[in-house]
């Protein structure tokens, strides 16, 4: 039974490196993964952004003609002021021309408004451009600084686990079993050493009959902590 722990021991080695190794990949792949959505983000607001701009310049665009157009008609108006003799005629155009006039203040208050909150626009999207290009010009490096990164990586988990695929031929089955829930249970922690009547794992005391049994040369069985349930054994101090 004391082959069968040492083999459990070796097992959960290897169980730990494929851990560690897996985690790294994760994390890895979390970095990319989180540069890549970012920049999925900043790509979608700036094309929002885009397209407001495009849209306000579009409708300033609309408000200088239209400004423009009024203008030449109260131009228009005031010059036949000047012609015209007839009083009531002049009063209806000097109500058209008091008409167009604020007609006009009004539409030139519209585009200061639009000229103003344009600015602040433009800068945003010359920041966000810059920083969507840095962010590009980033996960480009990234990715190619983790590719080989991630070939060795991987290469060396195919090498563990292929390791792991002989190892636990070796090991009882039922045995494999309770190690694998423990394992998975007790953060890779699952074969621990049984030291001075106490278990390393949880730090609790064992029953002295129990650490009388783990240090016995021969050992008849498979003994579990009561309190953490992991799977103990006894090594003697060397001197």
Not at 91 to 106: P, T
Not at 149 to 166: C, G, H, M, S, T
Request: some cysteine.
């Amino acid at each position: 039974m004391r082959e069968q722990i040492k083999r459990l021991m070796g097992l959960q080695s290897l169980d730990r490196q494929l851990r560690e190794m897996e985690e790294k990949l994760a994390t890895i792949a979390g970095r990319v993964t989180e540069l890549r959505e970012q920049t999925a983000r900043d790509q979608v607001e700036l094309e929002r952004l885009t397209r407001e701009s495009d849209e306000a310049a579009q409708a300033r665009q609309k408000m200088e003609r239209e400004l423009a157009e009024s203008e030449a008609r109260l131009r228009n108006k005031r010059m036949r002021q000047n012609l015209v003799r007839n009083d009531k005629e002049l009063m209806a155009l000097g109500i058209e021309v008091d008409s167009l006039k604020e007609n006009n203040q009004r539409l030139e208050a519209e585009l200061l408004t639009m000229m103003e909150s344009a600015d602040p626009r433009a800068a945003q999207v010359k920041a966000l451009s810059e920083s969507l290009a840095t962010a590009r010009q980033t996960l480009a490096t990234l990715e190619k600084e983790i590719e080989k990164e991630v070939e060795e990586l991987n290469a060396q988990v195919d090498q563990r686990r292929a390791e792991r695929e002989r190892a636990v031929g070796e090991i009882d089955k039922s045995l494999l079993s309770r190690y694998e829930v423990i394992f998975a249970r007790r953060h890779g922690v699952a074969v621990v050493r049984a030291k001075d009547g106490t278990c390393t794992g949880c730090r609790r005391s064992l029953p002295p009959q129990l650490f009388n049994e783990i240090q016995r040369e021969k050992q008849p069985t498979v003994h579990f902590c009561p309190a953490c349930q992991r799977i103990l054994f006894y090594e003697r101090e060397t001197e």
